[in-house]
């Protein structure tokens, strides 16, 4: 059983940037695509990005396209979204979450493990 733990968040003001990391504990990390998530307050949880098992391939909402990034590094059993140009609607918690599958997916069903979530303020 996998254990994820995010770190990076906190408060910035618009415009700004913040990178988050989420270090993923068991033998199958690599194994497995992964994604992040985020749920504002009052709102249901949101896809935001996903990244296949060896980084080749990723998927952006259009909310954070061209100004997300996510990577991965399997060495370190993390993976990373780096986040520029940040508005305040980009306000939430964000989740990692560890797929079933070996390509990235939007669907939350199909992430079996998750972190405790990492709150992003955005200032205006």
């Known amino acids: 059983q996998a254990q994820l733990v995010e770190s990076g968040g906190g408060l910035v003001q618009a415009g700004g940037s913040l990178r988050l990391s989420c270090a993923a504990s068991g033998r199958t990390f690599s194994s497995n695509a992964m994604g992040w998530f985020r749920q504002a307050p009052g709102k249901e949880r949101e896809f935001v990005a996903d990244i296949s098992s060896i980084g080749g391939s990723t998927y952006y909402a259009d909310s954070v396209k061209g100004r997300f990034t996510i990577s991965r590094d399997n060495a370190k059993n993390t993976v990373y979204l780096q986040m520029n140009s940040l508005k305040p609607e980009d306000t939430a918690v964000y989740y990692c979450?560890?797929?079933?599958?070996?390509?990235?997916?939007?669907?939350?069903?199909?992430?079996?493990?998750w972190g405790q979530g990492t709150q992003v303020t955005v200032s205006e």
């Open positions: 979450a560890q797929s079933v599958l070996k390509v990235g997916t939007h669907r939350s069903n199909e992430y079996i493990y």
